[in-house]
């Protein structure tokens, strides 16, 4: 496909898929939503089929409904906007562009479960977007004390661990501890912050019930597929000749659809939801769907044409996760360091081809006993990229 | 209220246990054993080593059976191969970092993380050593000695150092590959809150945390000639010694323990229940003065040294409730250099004074610089001792005696019984309950109760201050005074005592506390494992043996009486004063930095 094509069905895509940075004047937004009752506006979100995107995919209106349950004194809505997956950037564009958009979409969660309290987790490395997201934190504190709400929101900053993405982990940090994942369960929607309910959610996420309490769960619904409904904010990197990074797609298309979209064709391999995702070899472009009934993805897509060397791509996940493991649980801390180490020892020749296998089945191990989902999905490169460009790896 | 049971498969086969149970209990409760390495029960649920791991009907992954609870109709499987394959592999993981020349290791054979790899047959590991970053020992401790190579992240000690002692001494620093256990800014144990307690080294699966030891030191001063070296073994020990040699926890080994020292070579085998004796009287003199001269009141114990470096530290104002006494110990090491030295007619600097303790902060206090009053003593009268002589010259464990019994080639569990040396072996029961919690307040009472009435208790058990409650209060009349009096074990109950004293909200009058759950029998320094039911078996031999004494009230102890009449005179005499008792400062949080 010739550039030019790409760009007009690019632009196509775009004026049919806009939800999330489309400019749009909300003013009565607050107003119609504090009119609608808690019950109404979780069936909207759960008739939306609106699933968290962060990339695990748990279904947002049952995560509202388990701590708008749970019985408690306070409760809680954090919007995790700690963004450290490697190849992602897309909550950061939405909080410096539609911050307007991320604020009434905790309100709308705050008054389903009943909580009077939110805060926006935000990453270290972040800490510029401060000045601007605090002065927009402000106004929308003051607008809706002046509407009588009990609501308020508060900016944490992280200090730059990616474990505290994980939501457990996020919450320790957010209490002042280290930022260790907890044992689950509990879950924080039972017990969270300070050990109330509390439900933790993407920027992306807010956003998305935002739009669906706004305009109606159909402009959601009507996109994507019956498990992946509706759109989600891509981050592209790699091999591109894109400039722009950031779109927002419709789920449920296929791997080689986007390939097409977004590159010139010579593309070996997708890494799809980051370093803890999957990597999608060519053969598999036509059959792997972007979406939870595929290959899910928090929004990173990496693209890797036949001049990249699969070994240092997944040296250099292994080298992140080595140094990002919390420390905590054998799996992952060991597991990462064994992972690195055994390539690195088949590479240079001091282990032979077979201990990949050795490896491979480590990695297994890791996936099921490693104590949180970081730890789990740590395996995942090493898998995929193992299973399907082992030669790269050997040699 | 009746707790509700759950209906459970445990391996296809059902069973009914307790709502509230973790998979691993309930496992347990039916006879199925789950290997772990970092959980503890009631202290740690950190769920880190992932050794636990079963398989629970429909979930994705393994669930670590430390901390799931069960449910209504849960189904466990604790033997499938994924099961045995990912303890396998978690265990290999362990092992790759883990140096593996166990025979270097004081924790050898008695190292949970060498047993369980035999247990589950993991004879090598294929996983190679990778570096960490290298962290040097850290020997600062007086009592304690900490090797990152050997540690294995469990966090058991951080576990207990914050949940049972609220000291938090030590944590996870860094993370990845780099985390490892750090004193504050990795300045060593000596310059961090470190009381020595030693309930770290006590559920550390490997050989990271160990105890100082002195055993050359003890063994070079009984090999030279001419050295007179006494021994006292406190309270604590006979109830815990046999443990080492294969005897069921709860066996009271008072006369194989002389015999064993004696054949080890001691000149005099002693009794630290003699000075714990002569502390009851001091002590139960000094609350008395206190309370009819209206001084600091709550009188507080002193004779547990983790404690006194935790009130230096965290409660320094409160530093003059603390009892002046020096703890038994040190009393002993003051008089045998003194006292007895001119009793015998021994020359004070021929005398090597060894204790055997069940506490690893005991090596600390003996090093504690105002610890030479014999020194002292002599000075007074002319004679120089040489330099760097202490009133007690080296502390060994529990563990540290057992292995010299070993090493000495005694059949322990053979050996008959025989009795302490006089003078200082002579001692009531009393002093033997100060190795359980609660037992220095029922001691004190019972003579503070004859001081001021004339005559005995009628139950001399004062069962209200005995037990395993983390703070126990009870309330004696004497003679129209109703004195209060509370007991603290383990420094987070000790802790919260201290809070209300601190507000000025305490009722007591006198408040008994010990380092250590369970008091000294539950000491750092004693054999391992020390759990709960170890321990609590530990305080029943306690007072088993006190009630099979023929004396059973300090003040009726006739070496004690004699040592009033020769030496000391009168209970805070002068003698009594530079002798006995002892002095505080304020600590420092960071001292090294």
Not at chain 1, 266 to 282: E, F, N, T
Not at chain 2, 302 to 321: D, Q, V
Request: glycine share 10%.
């Amino acid at each position: 496909m010739d550039s030019s094509t790409r760009e007009r069905r690019i632009a196509e895509h775009k004026k049919r898929v806009n939800l999330i940075f489309k400019k749009c004047v909300w003013d009565d937004f607050l107003d119609r939503a504090l009119e609608m009752s808690p019950e109404d506006m979780l069936e909207k979100v759960k008739e939306s089929g609106l699933r968290g995107r962060g990339g695990a995919g748990f279904p947002t209106w049952l995560k509202w409904k388990f701590a708008r349950e749970a019985e408690a004194d306070e409760k809680y809505v954090i919007c995790n906007a700690d963004e450290g997956e490697p190849g992602t950037f897309k909550d950061r564009a939405i909080l410096q562009e539609q911050a307007g958009k991320v604020l009434p979409g905790m309100l709308v969660c705050a008054k389903v479960i009943g909580a009077e309290k939110g805060f926006i987790y935000l990453r270290g490395e972040y800490a510029y977007l401060l000045p601007a997201l605090s002065q927009e934190v402000e106004n929308f504190n003051e607008k809706i004390r002046e509407k009588g709400e009990r609501f308020s929101i508060e900016i944490k900053l992280g200090s730059g661990a990616y474990v505290c993405g994980e939501e457990t982990a996020l919450i320790e940090s957010l209490e002042g501890n280290r930022g260790e994942p907890r044992n689950k369960p509990p879950f924080p929607v039972s017990e969270g912050y300070l050990g109330k309910p509390t439900v933790v959610h993407n920027v992306e996420t807010l956003v998305y019930a935002s739009i669906i309490i706004s305009e109606g769960p159909e402009c959601f619904k009507s996109l994507g597929t019956s498990d992946s409904a509706g759109a989600k904010v891509f981050c592209i990197s790699g091999d591109t000749d894109l400039d722009e990074g950031i779109y927002e797609l419709e789920m449920g298309m296929t791997i080689k659809e986007f390939v097409e979209l977004f590159s010139d064709g010579d593309i070996k391999a997708v890494q799809v939801g980051g370093a803890s995702g999957h990597c999608v070899p060519r053969k598999k472009f036509a059959d792997t769907i972007i979406g939870f009934e595929g290959v899910p993805t928090g929004g990173s897509m990496v693209l890797f044409n036949s001049s990249r060397s699969m070994y240092n791509v997944l040296h250099n996940y292994l080298e992140f996760f080595e140094e990002e493991s919390c420390g905590q649980c054998t799996p992952c801390r060991i597991g990462c360091q064994q992972l690195l180490k055994g390539i690195e020892a088949v590479k240079s020749g001091e282990k032979p081809s077979e201990y990949l296998d050795d490896l491979v089945k480590l990695a297994g191990m890791m996936k099921i006993s490693a104590k949180c989902g970081l730890g789990q999905s740590a395996a995942n490169p090493f898998i995929s990229i193992v299973e399907h460009f082992r030669e790269e790896i050997m040699y | 209220m009746t707790q509700k049971q759950l209906r459970i498969k445990i391996n296809g086969d059902t069973y009914l246990m307790y709502e509230g149970q973790s998979v691993l209990e309930a496992c347990r409760s039916a006879g199925i054993n789950i290997p772990n390495l970092c959980y503890l029960e009631g202290v740690s649920r950190r769920a880190s080593c992932g050794i636990c791991v079963v398989e629970i009907e429909g979930a994705r992954t393994l669930v670590r059976s430390c901390v799931t609870p069960i449910r209504e109709g849960i189904e466990i499987f604790t033997n499938t191969g994924r099961v045995r394959k990912a303890r396998h592999t978690n265990i290999k993981l362990l092992l790759a970092n883990h140096p593996r020349n166990c025979l270097e290791c004081d924790k050898n054979r008695q190292c949970e993380l060498q047993k369980l790899s035999d247990d589950l047959d993991v004879r090598d590991t294929s996983y190679p050593k990778i570096r960490k970053k290298h962290y040097d020992i850290d020997a600062s401790s007086p009592s304690l000695t900490r090797d990152h190579e050997k540690c294995i992240l469990c966090a058991r000690c951080v576990e207990v150092c914050s949940q049972v002692q609220s000291v938090d001494a030590i944590e996870i620093a860094e993370r990845g590959m780099e985390a490892h256990v750090s004193t504050f800014f990795n300045k060593g144990l000596d310059a961090s809150e470190c009381v020595n307690c030693g309930q770290c080294l006590l559920v550390c699966p490997t050989g990271a945390l160990m105890a100082k030891h002195e055993t050359g030191s003890v063994w070079k001063a009984i090999d030279e000639p001419g050295r007179h070296v006494v021994v006292q073994a406190a309270p604590a020990i006979r109830a815990a010694i046999g443990e080492e040699f294969g005897f069921e926890a709860g066996m009271p080994l008072t006369g194989t323990l002389a015999a064993a020292l004696r054949k080890m070579g001691f000149d005099r085998v002693f009794d630290t229940q003699f000075t714990a004796d002569l502390t009851i009287i001091e002590e139960g003199n000094e609350l008395i003065s206190r309370i009819k001269n209206k001084g600091v009141l709550p009188l507080i114990t002193s004779c547990s040294p983790g404690w006194i470096r935790f009130a230096e530290t965290f409660f320094p104002k409160l530093l003059p409730n603390l009892s002046t006494c020096k703890s038994p110990q040190q009393m002993f090491g003051t008089l045998a250099k003194t006292y007895y030295a001119e009793k015998m007619n021994i020359d004070p600097s021929k005398i090597t004074v060894v204790s055997v303790m069940p506490c690893t902060a005991k090596k600390f206090e003996a090093r504690r610089p105002e610890m030479n009053s014999a020194a002292e003593y002599w000075r007074n009268k002319g004679r120089r001792l040489p330099g760097g002589t202490r009133d007690v010259d080296s502390v060994i464990t529990t563990r540290e005696l057992a292995d010299m019994i070993r090493e000495s080639g005694i059949d322990f569990a053979r050996l008959t019984g025989e009795k302490f040396d006089e003078p200082f072996g002579i001692s009531t029961g009393a002093g033997t309950i100060f190795g359980a919690t609660g037992g220095v307040m029922e001691a004190a009472l019972r003579t503070a109760y004859a001081e001021l009435t004339g005559k005995s208790l009628k139950d001399l058990n004062l069962k209200a201050v005995r037990g395993m409650g983390g703070v126990r209060e009870a309330s004696v009349d004497i003679n129209g005074l109703t004195l209060k009096v509370a007991v603290a074990h383990g420094l987070k109950n000790a802790r919260e005592v201290m809070e209300q004293v601190s507000k000025g909200k305490s009722p007591y009058h006198f408040i008994e506390i010990m380092t250590c759950p369970g008091g000294c029998i539950g000491g750092g320094g004693q054999p391992v494992p020390a759990t709960t039911d170890v321990r609590e078996k530990r305080i029943k031999a306690v007072y088993s043996e006190d009630e099979s004494m023929p004396l059973r009230e300090s003040h009726k102890n006739p070496a004690v009486i004699a040592l009033y009449d020769e030496f000391l005179k009168e209970p805070l005499s002068g003698v009594s004063h530079s002798m006995l008792h002892t002095e505080y400062s304020r600590r420092d949080l960071y001292p090294g930095i």
